[in-house]
Each structure stands twice: as C-alpha cells, then as structure tokens.
Nanobody, 127 residues
Framework: QVHLVETGGGLVQAGGSLRLSCAASGGPFSLYTMAWFRQAPGNEREFVTA????????SYADSVKGRFTISRDNAKNTVSLQMNSLKPEDTAVYYCAATGTNPTLNRAQNRAQYEYWGQGTQVTVSS
C-alpha cells in the first residue's frame, strides 16, 4: 500500500510560479510510474503530467507543455511539479498518483491506470 502526500499548493498571481511536491511511503517508489492530475470545480479530473519509473521519460498535457516540469527523486521517494507562467485556468486541486503497472506514457494519461492517490492540494491562480 502506497501512501501519497502532496504539499506546496497555494494562492499565486497569474504569471507566477509554484512547486508542488509529493512524498511517497509504503512501497518501492522506484517501481511506480508517477503522475499529476488536477480537478477544477465542476470538471472531471484531468491528466497533467506523468514520469516513468526511472525518470527518463515524461509526458504532458498540451495545456501545460512548456510551462510545467515533472521530476522525481527515487532516493528521497518524492515527485515534484514545477509550475511556471501560471494562468487562472490552472486553478484546481492537484493530485499525485502512482501506479505499479508500468503503463506506456500514452496509457499513463488515463486516471484509471492509477491505484494510489494523494489527498490533493489546492492551487489558485488569481488574474
């Protein structure tokens, strides 16, 4: 059983930056594909970005490409999301997710692939 805890959310002005972190415990972190999803009020939870087990491969939603960067530290059991040039439409609860199924990065965009989820952290971007 993997336990995920997100930190780093908050309120930021448009154009600003935030860094989210997700700390994992209870499992062999290096064997999990990790991802970030987000959910705005009234919307479905949507894919943001994913990173492979070793960190060598990543994928991003088109809406965040060039602005967000995912990274992981397998020695510290953490995955991070650096968010730059934030826009009001980035406002959402951001969730960290983990899967031990080793999906392709295309399949990793599907939230049904993930067995483990964090509790979420709120990101609010003001205009």
């Amino acid at each position: 059983q993997v336990h995920l805890v997100e930190t780093g959310g908050g309120l930021v002005q448009a154009g600003g930056s935030l860094r989210l972190s997700c700390a994992a415990s209870g499992g062999p972190f290096s064997l999990y594909t990790m991802a970030w999803f987000r959910q705005a009020p009234g919307n479905e939870r949507e894919f943001v970005t994913a990173i492979s087990r070793g960190g060598g491969s990543t994928s991003y939603a088109d809406s965040v490409k060039g602005r967000f960067t995912i990274s992981r530290d397998n020695a510290k059991n953490t995955v991070s999301l650096q968010m730059n040039s934030l826009k009001p439409e980035d406002t959402a609860v951001y969730y960290c997710a983990a899967t031990g199924t080793n999906p392709t990065l295309n399949r990793a965009q599907n939230r049904a692939q993930y067995e483990y989820w964090g509790q979420g952290t709120q990101v609010t971007v003001s205009s």
